[in-house]
């Protein structure tokens, strides 16, 4: 059994438990299956991040575990990632479309993806289920399997932390690895005046 308290992060200063508790299983119960509210619940924490000007350019794809959809998702992995994202109870693809409907570039539209990928990780912490977001996957493979025209930019895995006896090394090591972060004074700039 995982303590969890190895995972919290250490902080200078208290701050939620939902960011401070929040960490990127790998172990996930193969057993476990999504409720319809706690994916729409997701997807709903998602849908009100902010974006520039209101553009959403976020667009999602799920892929519960056992569809043919996942298998497909799953294939586009590297293969690091597929032996324990494997059991997670859904892939949730996040892309961006970087172009408006009117063909114009959309230039903060990574970054509203990623600020939606924050609000669904923290509604995650909520519903007591753990996701871990993949950046390694074929993005050729994966771009041609969606619907549209977007562009991938990280799966997210999503589940019920499992045993991390269920994974092999260097897998199971990692799993139960103090978080670490560079220290706050590491990374504020100046400003020159
Ligand atoms: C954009 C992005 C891509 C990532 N890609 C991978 C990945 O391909 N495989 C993996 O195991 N973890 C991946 N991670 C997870 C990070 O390694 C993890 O968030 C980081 O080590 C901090 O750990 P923590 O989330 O437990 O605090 C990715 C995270 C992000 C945000």
Known sequence: MIDVAEKNASTDVPVHPLLSARWSSRAFDPGH?????????????????????NTQPWRFAVARRGTAEHGAVLGTLAGGNQVWARDASALVVVAARTTGTDGAAQPW???????????????AEAEGLAVHQMGGFDRDRLTSALSDDVTPLVVVAVGLRGEPAR?????????????????????????RA
């Open 33 to 53: 299956e999504l409720a319809d509210g706690q994916l729409t619940a997701l997807l709903e924490a998602a849908r009100w991040a902010p974006s520039a000007s």
């Open 109 to 123: 539209a990574v970054y509203d993806a990623g600020q939606a990928v924050a609000h669904l990780s923290v509604q």
């Open 167 to 191: 994974l092999a090394e260097p897998f199971a090591g990692r799993e139960t690895a103090a978080r670490v972060r560079l220290p706050i004074d590491d990374l504020l700039l100046t400003v």
